[in-house]
């Protein structure tokens, strides 16, 4: 028994190291370019908007077999985070991710600064920048989610969880600029990327086209999104409205297939639109031969 305490005592002690150690990597400022992953729930779910201009109305989105629902609840002072603001979030992760590999300690925070950010994502370090990233901040923070999971067998309310995806804190220079960064994991993505393998999903290709991508929101949400169903398969059908969900865009349908069909040689993957015996639209999302 006394072996036993001694070994318990010993672990916590090296578990204690192990989460200090991770906090301390994650915090690390490095302008040397980072490698990007993300997970492949946020990548599957439209917790994040496409569009340009601020979206204020509530969103809800259901999975295609019924099995999850997602509300988007935008803040009353920012609206809804866009995808945009998914790239703090995205990189936030990334650092974590490297942090995790190397002490095997999911850390609950990470720390980096405007400037070193706007480097990672090629932006010039301007004060226009800098407090564009200050409004990204607040919208990906305040942005809450309504997240509810139905049982298959029987089929039957699940319950669901009400949260935000992250805390943040930030500190200006001396010239009232955005300075340091801290990014706070809420209890429901902590827990879930500590006992969860899914952040090294898309090839880095995908990753930081989507990380660059500046002009188009649905084309990249798409770059996630289709990246992760498509995955190692040749083919992915969708349906033209289901796809609309998981992208959040809320626009008529026609606008969205309008937008999709201009943005179509640009992506890659070859795709292509037909209507089924039920006259529904559906879109193919076929690999490139290399």
Same mark, same amino acid.
């Not at 999104?225 to 609309?244: A, S, Y």
């Not at 943005?263 to 039920?278: R, V």
């Given at each position: 028994?006394?072996?036993?305490? !001694?070994?318990?005592?010993?672990?916590?002690?090296?578990?204690?190291?192990?989460?200090?150690? /991770? $906090?301390?990597?994650?915090? &690390?400022?490095?302008?040397?370019?980072?490698?990007?992953?993300? /997970?492949?729930?946020?990548?599957?779910?439209?917790?994040?908007?496409?569009?340009? %201009?601020?979206?204020?109305?509530?969103? &809800?989105?259901?999975?295609?077999?019924?099995?999850?629902? $997602?509300?988007?609840?935008? /803040?009353?002072?920012?609206?809804?985070? %866009?995808? *945009?603001?998914?790239?703090? $979030?995205?990189?936030?992760?990334?650092?974590?991710?490297?942090? #995790?590999?190397?002490? %095997?300690?999911?850390?609950?925070?990470?720390?980096?600064?405007? #400037? &070193?950010?706007? =480097?990672?994502?090629?932006?010039?370090?301007?004060?226009?920048?800098?407090?564009?990233?200050?409004? !990204?901040?607040?919208r990906l923070a305040f942005t809450q989610y309504e997240f509810t999971h139905i049982n298959a067998k029987p089929k039957k309310e699940g319950g669901g969880r009400s949260f935000h995806l992250c805390g943040i804190e930030w500190a200006?220079?001396?010239?009232?600029? $955005?300075?340091?960064?801290?990014?706070?994991?809420?209890?429901?993505?902590? &827990? #879930?990327?500590?006992?969860?393998?899914?952040?090294?999903?898309?090839?880095?290709?995908?990753?930081?086209?989507? *990380?660059?991508?500046?002009?188009?929101?649905?084309?990249?949400?798409?770059?996630?999104?289709?990246?992760?169903?498509?995955?190692e398969q040749r083919l992915w059908r969708v349906g033209l409205k289901t796809l609309q969900g998981m992208c959040g865009h809320v626009a008529p349908l026609k606008e969205f297939k309008r937008n999709l069909i201009n943005i179509i040689? /640009?992506?890659? *993957?070859?795709?292509?639109?037909?209507?089924?015996?039920? !006259?529904?639209?559906?879109?193919?999302?076929?690999? =490139?031969?290399?």
């Amino acid at each position: 028994l006394a072996e036993l305490i !001694r070994q318990e005592k010993f672990d916590e002690i090296e578990r204690i190291k192990a989460e200090e150690k /991770s $906090l301390s990597l994650a915090s &690390e400022r490095t302008l040397s370019p980072v490698r990007l992953n993300n /997970s492949r729930m946020l990548m599957a779910y439209p917790w994040f908007s496409p569009d340009q %201009k601020v979206r204020k109305g509530y969103f &809800e989105y259901t999975s295609p077999d019924g099995s999850a629902t $997602l509300g988007v609840h935008p /803040s009353p002072k920012y609206g809804a985070a %866009k995808v *945009w603001d998914g790239d703090i $979030l995205m990189y936030a992760l990334s650092k974590a991710t490297k942090a #995790y590999l190397a002490t %095997k300690q999911f850390p609950r925070k990470v720390e980096f600064s405007a #400037y &070193e950010y706007l =480097k990672q994502s090629g932006k010039n370090d301007s004060g226009k920048n800098r407090q564009d990233l200050k409004e !990204r901040l607040k919208r990906l923070a305040f942005t809450q989610y309504e997240f509810t999971h139905i049982n298959a067998k029987p089929k039957k309310e699940g319950g669901g969880r009400s949260f935000h995806l992250c805390g943040i804190e930030w500190a200006n220079d001396n010239d009232e600029r $955005l300075d340091t960064i801290g990014i706070y994991f809420s209890d429901e993505l902590f &827990e #879930y990327f500590a006992t969860k393998n899914d952040l090294l999903t898309l090839k880095d290709n995908l990753l930081l086209e989507s *990380w660059k991508e500046e002009r188009s929101g649905i084309r990249k949400r798409l770059l996630m999104l289709v990246g992760v169903h498509l995955g190692e398969q040749r083919l992915w059908r969708v349906g033209l409205k289901t796809l609309q969900g998981m992208c959040g865009h809320v626009a008529p349908l026609k606008e969205f297939k309008r937008n999709l069909i201009n943005i179509i040689p /640009s992506l890659p *993957w070859t795709i292509y639109i037909e209507e089924n015996k039920n !006259r529904e639209q559906i879109v193919h999302f076929a690999a =490139k031969d290399s």
